[in-house]
Structure formats: structure tokens, C-alpha cells
């Protein structure tokens, strides 16, 4: 079956710029979770869905950024004004709700200019 | 924050031999998981073991868990060439008896593996 998805596979943009970064999840996965890892780390937890609800949202960091998932399935993670800063490969995961194991998909670079 | 960190940053080995990676983490957990990362991309998942197992194997990979020492190894038997990424140990952390899946990564040991 297919894996979580997520586009685009890089983003290049400038400074001060909107991005939208959207992850399709494995179907029927009710959990979803956004994590963003800097070169040469590990990932670091962003958000939390559960269903359609931002369950936690503590690792966001800072009002910039923000993310959806309107119907339960797809979700989009928003980034108001980008930074350098905030270059790095932001990836997505689902999971069953009676499961542990993560899913994860391939990423998106970001690269801000 | 990071919970988890690993030992060693960077491992380099022949094929062939037995390769180890130490986590440690510092609060209460639910379960320890370890993934794989090729090239800095997806993660694979590649074993979970709960806070009340000690040890699980599969196929090459034998994983440890020590709660008392907050601790766990991972051993990779065999190595071979294509064993060559970065692996990371997550915590799942218990919060009030609960737990959600909210993943706390370790930085990550570099495993190459000459042929």
C-alpha cells in the first residue's frame, strides 16, 4: 500500500515568504504528527492530530507557523514571513490509533534564501 | 529539547562486524523506538520495545532496555555495506499515564560500513 506522502520534495524560497509544505497520510491513519529536523540532528516534534483536532501543538515554535487538517487526512503546515532560520527538512508521520509505529514520509527541504 | 543521545556521534566498522549504539534519555517512558535514516530523508522503523520488556530481537537487530539506567543498545549482527545511515533512538514519553506518540529523537550515530 502506499506510504505517507508528502510535496513538494524541496522548497527554495525567500526570506519573508509564505510556505505551505502538505503531507498525505497513510489511509485510515487517524494520528498524524509533524516533526522538523536541522542538519546533523535529530527530528523534533512540531504537532499533534489527532482526527481533525491539533491534539498538542507545544513544539511549534513560535506563531509563524501553523497547520491543518480540515477533514482528518491530508494536513498542511503553514509558515507565515520565513526565516533562515527555518530551513531544514520538515517531515511528516501517521499511525494507526491502535498502534505505536510511526510512519514516516520522505520530508520536504526547505532551503530559505 | 533533546531527550535522547546517542553514543557513539559516528561509528565506522567492517562488513561483517557487529555494530553497537547506546541511547540514553532522561525522563519516564512508554516505549523506546529506533529508526533508520538514509541520506537525510524518511525514517524507517526498525524496532519498538515497551518500558516493561528488556530485550527484543529482529532479524539482525537485538535491542536493550534498561529503565533503572534509563538507557537501551542497539546491535547490529553482520554488518553489511548497505547498513550504512544514520540511526536514532525515540522516546515515547508516559505523561500522566498516558501516551499519545509524541516522539522525543535523539541527535543520531553515523554507521558506515565498509565493504
Known amino acids: 500500500g502506499a506510504g505517507v506522502s508528502q510535496t513538494p520534495s524541496n522548497k527554495v524560497t525567500e526570506k519573508g515568504k509564505y510556505v505551505e509544505l502538505r503531507c498525505d497520510p497513510i489511509s485510515g491513519h487517524t494520528a498524524l504528527y509533524w516533526y522538523r529536523q536541522s542538519l546533523g540532528q535529530g527530528p523534533e516534534f512540531l504537532i499533534y492530530f489527532q482526527g481533525t483536532g491539533a491534539a498538542d501543538d507545544s513544539g511549534l515554535p513560535n506563531d509563524r507557523f501553523f497547520a491543518v487538517r480540515p477533514e482528518g487526512s491530508v494536513s498542511t503546515l503553514k509558515i507565515q514571513r520565513t526565516e533562515r532560520g527555518d530551513s531544514a527538512v520538515y517531515l511528516c508521520?501517521?499511525?494507526?490509533?491502535?498502534?505505536?509505529?510511526?510512519?514516516f514520509g520522505p520530508g520536504t527541504r526547505l532551503l530559505v534564501l | 529539547s533533546q531527550q535522547g543521545e546517542e553514543d557513539p556521534q559516528a561509528l565506522s566498522i567492517q562488513e561483517g562486524e557487529n555494530a553497537t549504539m547506546n541511547c540514553s534519555y532522561k525522563?519516564?517512558?512508554?516505549?523506546l523506538q529506533w529508526y533508520r535514516q538514509n541520506s537525510g530523508r524518511g525514517l524507517v522503523h526498525l524496532i519498538l520495545i515497551r518500558s516493561n520488556e528488556r530485550e527484543k530481537h529482529s532479524g539482525r537487530l537485538r535491542v536493550t532496555l534498561d529503565t533503572s539506567k534509563k538507557s537501551s543498545s542497539l546491535l547490529i549482527t553482520a554488518s553489511r555495506a548497505a547498513d550504512t545511515a544514520s540511526y536514532f533512538c525515540?522516546?515515547?514519553?508516559?505523561?500522566?499515564?498516558?501516551?499519545?506518540?509524541?516522539?522525543?529523537f535523539g541527535q543520531g550515530t553515523i554507521l558506515t560500513v565498509h565493504p
Open positions: 525515540a522516546t515515547d514519553a508516559r505523561a500522566g499515564g498516558t501516551s499519545y506518540g509524541k516522539l522525543t
Open positions: 508521520a501517521s499511525r494507526r490509533r491502535d498502534q505505536e509505529t510511526q510512519y
Open positions: 525522563t519516564s517512558i512508554n516505549n
